[in-house]
């Protein structure tokens, strides 16, 4: 018998001869987990020249992990109540995932998911008063 031969039969083992703790304590692990574009945050730009070109940017949000950059020019060029309607459905759905919304430049809106938020320049943050702080104290 050879070298590999013994090797062999000493790994080979039967089920029977673990120990009876081994035989139920198992964990069985997902060797196809999907680890793709979910997992991780996609900055995506949408162009609006109608009302219904809304929909992807909507579903994208939804979903939870793109932060819109939507272009409303187009739009506003074209129709200015469809604009408004555009961008009321652009904030309910932003309310209905907790997230963010903000206009930037003249024809641009961009929206984020509930784990970003839009910087504000020229916002003061809150901060808490020094009478506020002796109560947290």
Same mark, same amino acid.
């Given at each position: 018998?050879?070298?590999?031969?013994?090797?062999?039969?000493?790994?080979?083992?039967? *089920?029977?001869?673990?120990?009876?703790?081994?035989?139920?304590? *198992?964990?069985?692990?997902?060797?196809?987990?999907?680890?793709?574009?979910?997992?991780?945050?996609?900055?995506?730009?949408?162009?609006?020249?109608?009302?219904?070109?809304?929909?992807? /940017?909507?579903?994208?949000?939804?979903?939870? *992990?793109?932060?819109?950059?939507? +272009?409303?020019?187009?739009?506003?060029?074209?129709?200015?109540?469809?604009?408004?309607?555009?961008? +009321?459905?652009?904030?309910?759905?932003? =309310?209905?995932?907790?997230? =963010?919304?903000?206009?930037?430049?003249?024809?641009?809106?961009?929206?984020?998911?509930?784990?970003?938020?839009?910087?504000? /320049?020229?916002? /003061?943050?809150?901060?808490?008063?020094?009478?506020?702080?002796?109560?947290?104290?």
């Amino acid at each position: 018998m050879s070298i590999l031969s013994k090797i062999k039969d000493k790994f080979k083992g039967n *089920y029977s001869d673990f120990p009876e703790e081994f035989k139920e304590d *198992y964990v069985e692990i997902d060797t196809k987990k999907n680890i793709g574009p979910k997992s991780k945050i996609v900055v995506r730009p949408f162009i609006i020249q109608d009302f219904p070109d809304i929909k992807p /940017a909507l579903d994208s949000l939804r979903e939870g *992990y793109t932060i819109a950059l939507v +272009n409303i020019g187009p739009l506003k060029e074209k129709d200015l109540i469809e604009l408004k309607r555009a961008v +009321n459905k652009l904030k309910k759905t932003c =309310d209905a995932i907790e997230g =963010d919304i903000a206009g930037f430049g003249e024809d641009w809106i961009v929206v984020t998911p509930n784990f970003a938020q839009v910087y504000r /320049a020229g916002v /003061a943050e809150e901060l808490p008063s020094t009478d506020d702080k002796s109560k947290m104290e």
